[in-house]
């Protein structure tokens, strides 16, 4: 084999290897993409950091969590809320439904006894939002307290001060 048609053969399995490691790599952003099943719960504390958060992927868990989040709003009494201003420390924990759950289903924020749908942006008006306040709602804050405290992603001061501002 000349030098050149050696050169052009090596050059040819390169370009082929890295073909099929983008094909490899292809793959598996597609898998990525595929929508998770479960429940992304967001501690809101911070205003110009991201607030920490937890994936809640155990099917058990998802359960329990949504069985709360049902009888939080079956037992609890519908009520109209305005938007409070903002205000810097803890405002509430953010319930989304990730995957084909949450197609249509708009996040819950829950703060205390109160259990509401996130507001959406696009969408300001100035009459007030329907929420719903349930003791069984503050069950289910102190459960995703103790969630994100399990999961570290909450610690002991944030929790003090969560606990402080209820």
């Excluded at 300001?124 to 069984?136: E, I, K």
């Excluded at 709602?137 to 570290?152: I, S």
């Amino acid at each position: 084999m000349s030098r050149p048609s050696f050169r052009a053969f090596v050059l040819c399995g390169v370009l082929g290897l890295g073909v099929a490691g983008s094909l490899t790599a292809s793959a598996s952003d597609l898998q990525a993409e595929q929508p998770q099943q479960g429940l992304r719960v967001t501690y809101l504390l911070y205003s110009g950091r991201p607030n920490p958060s937890v994936l809640v992927t155990d099917p058990a868990q998802v359960r329990a969590i949504e069985e709360q989040l049902a009888r939080s709003l079956a037992d609890g009494q519908r009520t109209a809320v305005t938007e409070s201003p903002a205000v810097l420390g803890y405002t509430g924990i953010q319930i989304e439904r990730l995957g084909d759950a949450g197609r249509g289903s708009p996040p819950m924020v829950l703060r205390g006894a109160v259990l509401r749908e996130k507001a959406n942006p696009d969408q300001a008006t100035l009459a007030p939002a329907q929420a719903t306040v349930s003791r069984d709602a503050e069950v289910l804050e102190d459960l995703l307290l103790g969630l994100g405290r399990d999961q570290q992603v909450i610690g002991d001061v944030e929790l003090s001060v969560i606990r402080a501002t209820k």
